[in-house]
């Protein structure tokens, strides 16, 4: 007489992760670094490939980031298919994020930019191709992003997860937004 067993259900590659990095992080305190990121995707990519490592502000790091990748996407997209992959980054970024803020047991943990890169992506899309503009809304944006006024944070301390760390980062992007066109509409 055989006895069979019921067929192991599929562990996914980001369930097995996880439950790796859950366990090790109830027995040490995990301090992100450049191992640490380099083990999920979700890591490198909340992280911003690294430069959310930064000692020295790094939300304005991975706000940096985001130029360079403007200059990129701006070169070679459409103007509907760079609101897209904007979209889309958004979208990305709340699975990495989340599951990032789960990880290291802080929903918004300082190193994480990609709320920061995809917002301030929204921010260069929108913004005139002049670097006195880019200039201007880079520091509205660190400034509305730092500060927090309301409803921002509000939505910072009431939205814990991965939503919560991207959405609180679009209301600093729409505040920058704002100042710029009311500057565009009644300063010029």
């Not at 979700?42 to 959310?52: E, P, R």
């Not at 940096?64 to 070679?76: E, G, I, K, S, W």
């Not at 921010?123 to 191709?129: S, W």
């Not at 600093?172 to 937004?177: D, H, P, S």
Request: proline share 6%; aromatic share 14%; charged share 10%.
């Amino acid at each position: 007489m055989t006895i069979s067993l019921p067929p192991e259900s599929p562990v996914t590659v980001e369930q097995e992760a996880h439950s790796l990095l859950e366990a090790r992080s109830k027995s040490a305190h995990i301090n992100p670094s450049l191992s640490f990121i380099f083990q999920h995707p979700a890591f490198l990519l909340a992280f911003g490939g690294g430069f959310g490592l930064s000692l020295v502000a790094p939300g304005t790091m991975g706000t940096l980031v985001a130029y360079p990748l403007f200059v990129l996407l701006n070169q070679h997209l459409e103007p509907m298919q760079f609101l897209l992959v904007i979209g889309v980054m958004f979208s990305v970024g709340i699975w990495a994020c989340g599951l990032t803020g789960k990880i290291l047991k802080a929903h918004d943990h300082g190193g994480i930019v990609w709320d920061e890169i995809v917002a301030f992506l929204l921010v260069l899309f929108f913004t005139p191709d002049n670097i006195v503009w880019q200039a201007f809304a880079f520091l509205l944006f660190r400034l509305f992003d730092i500060y927090k006024p309301q409803p921002i944070r509000y939505y910072d301390k009431k939205l814990s997860s991965g939503f919560g760390v991207m959405f609180d980062d679009m209301l600093a992007a729409f505040y920058t937004l704002l100042c710029l066109a009311v500057w565009k509409a009644f300063v010029l």
